[in-house]
């Protein structure tokens, strides 16, 4: 056998290779048409008989060799390819788990969360509507003609024949259009009005509320008013007062105070001899529930509608409204809330 045909020369000219294509040349350089082995094999033709038994046989037991050497290089290669396209899509389960305490509630989310279950478990449930409303709804419908300085009341954002909407008011119209009473819905959502300082911003929300049925009065709606409060105040004693008010969508209408004081600088509800103003409401005005194809004379109801960033600022002791909307990293981990905490998303 010449010294081209040496197994351990193979061997060694195998360990050096690590690609399939540098495989495939060593195979050629063997077995290709002017391979060395090819070359033996046909010189063959030119010996003995008996030259050409013993050295046939002992080619053909290098080919074997030779072949199944590459077919195990071969799937060497294959594999450790890939493992190595696999450690490199490895995931590191070792990582620390995440941190679940890290994100919060913002303390609006947290307080409509809280509205929805107070009243909700009285029996409302919760109704949307667009941000962006005819004119007909925000106004017209409740009975806010054009030119009545109510419209001047709300610094109205106008968009190309439709308003943002000034308040929550207009899902009223929305639901009393598109359902027939009994009705009892509240209605938490964004609104808007022209108008920018530490107690207004131009984006703000509100939570409405709608009773209609053939019987409610206005006793019901002060009883359905004083209940949310003392329990959204967690004060069972709550002191308050109505006073009476104008909204043109209500008669008679009332506005809502509780009573507080102010002793260095720190505010303490439900006792006390100033006055907050937390609400508007009222009997719904006949020409609204007509406006709203609803039959006056057999049906009545009330409403009511209130600011959800005061109630915040009010239960959480939050000084500037401004700062709702600062998307302030330290103050949303001071004033937000644990989402994972069951007590405070019970509403959701
Ligand atoms: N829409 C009134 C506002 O934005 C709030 C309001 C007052 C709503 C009385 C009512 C209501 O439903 O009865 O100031």
Same mark, same amino acid.
Request: proline share 5%.
């Given at each position: 056998?010449?010294?081209?045909?040496?197994?351990?020369?193979?061997?060694?000219? +195998?360990?050096?290779?690590?690609?399939?294509?540098?495989?495939?040349?060593?195979?050629?350089?063997?077995?290709?048409?002017?391979?060395? +082995?090819?070359?033996?094999?046909?010189?063959?033709?030119?010996?003995? #008989?008996?030259?050409?038994?013993?050295?046939?046989? $002992?080619?053909?037991?290098?080919?074997?060799?030779?072949?199944? $050497? !590459?077919?195990?290089?071969?799937?060497?290669?294959?594999?450790?390819?890939?493992?190595?396209?696999?450690?490199?899509?490895?995931?590191?389960?070792?990582?620390?788990?995440?941190?679940?305490?890290?994100?919060?509630?913002?303390?609006?989310?947290?307080?409509?969360?809280?509205? !929805? $279950?107070?009243?909700?478990?009285?029996?409302?449930?919760? @109704?949307?509507?667009?941000?962006?409303?005819?004119?007909?709804?925000?106004?017209?419908?409740?009975?806010?003609?054009?030119?009545?300085?109510?419209?001047?009341?709300?610094?109205?954002?106008?968009?190309?024949? @439709?308003?943002?909407?000034?308040?929550?008011?207009?899902?009223?119209?929305?639901?009393?259009?598109?359902?027939?009473?009994?009705?009892?819905?509240?209605?938490?959502?964004?609104?808007?009005?022209?108008?920018?300082?530490?107690?207004?911003?131009?984006?703000?929300?509100?939570?409405?509320? +709608?009773?209609?049925?053939?019987?409610?009065?206005?006793?019901?709606?002060?009883?359905?008013?004083?209940?949310?409060?003392?329990?959204?105040? $967690?004060?069972?004693?709550?002191?308050?007062?109505?006073?009476?008010?104008?909204?043109?969508?209500?008669?008679?209408?009332?506005?809502?105070?509780?009573?507080?004081?102010?002793?260095?600088?720190? +505010?303490?509800?439900?006792? &006390?001899? @100033?006055?907050?103003? #937390?609400?508007?409401?009222?009997?719904?005005?006949?020409?609204?529930?007509?406006?709203?194809?609803?039959?006056? @004379?057999?049906?009545?109801?009330?409403?009511?509608?209130? &600011? !959800?960033?005061?109630?915040?600022?009010?239960?959480?002791?939050?000084?500037?409204?401004?700062?709702?909307?600062?998307?302030?990293?330290?103050?949303?981990?001071?004033?937000?809330?644990?989402?994972?905490?069951?007590?405070?998303?019970?509403?959701?």
């Amino acid at each position: 056998m010449s010294i081209k045909l040496d197994k351990q020369i193979i061997l060694e000219e +195998l360990k050096l290779i690590s690609s399939l294509a540098s495989l495939e040349e060593l195979r050629i350089k063997y077995l290709g048409k002017k391979g060395l +082995l090819s070359l033996e094999m046909k010189s063959l033709s030119s010996l003995s #008989i008996d030259e050409k038994k013993t050295k046939g046989q $002992e080619l053909n037991t290098f080919k074997s060799f030779f072949e199944k $050497e !590459i077919q195990n290089k071969r799937s060497e290669i294959e594999t450790s390819s890939i493992n190595e396209k696999l450690r490199k899509e490895n995931i590191d389960a070792t990582l620390p788990p995440r941190n679940f305490e890290t994100g919060r509630l913002h303390p609006i989310s947290q307080t409509t969360y809280k509205i !929805i $279950e107070i009243f909700g478990n009285m029996g409302f449930s919760v @109704k949307s509507g667009p941000d962006i409303e005819t004119d007909f709804n925000n106004f017209t419908a409740l009975n806010i003609p054009d030119h009545h300085p109510a419209r001047e009341m709300q610094d109205t954002f106008y968009l190309d024949k @439709k308003v943002l909407r000034t308040h929550t008011s207009p899902v009223q119209v929305r639901t009393m259009l598109e359902t027939k009473p009994p009705i009892r819905i509240i209605v938490p959502g964004r609104t808007y009005r022209s108008d920018s300082d530490s107690t207004h911003t131009p984006m703000f929300h509100q939570v409405e509320g +709608l009773l209609i049925d053939e019987k409610s009065t206005m006793s019901h709606l002060k009883g359905c008013l004083i209940d949310f409060l003392k329990e959204f105040f $967690e004060i069972s004693d709550l002191k308050y007062r109505f006073r009476p008010s104008y909204f043109p969508f209500t008669e008679p209408s009332a506005e809502m105070d509780i009573a507080y004081t102010k002793t260095n600088n720190i +505010l303490k509800f439900g006792e &006390g001899d @100033k006055w907050m103003e #937390i609400l508007g409401c009222g009997m719904v005005n006949p020409i609204v529930l007509e406006n709203c194809k609803i039959d006056s @004379k057999k049906f009545q109801g009330f409403a009511f509608g209130m &600011g !959800i960033e005061r109630l915040s600022m009010l239960k959480y002791g939050i000084t500037d409204i401004r700062s709702f909307y600062e998307s302030d990293f330290r103050w949303i981990q001071h004033y937000g809330f644990n989402p994972l905490d069951l007590n405070s998303t019970s509403g959701l």
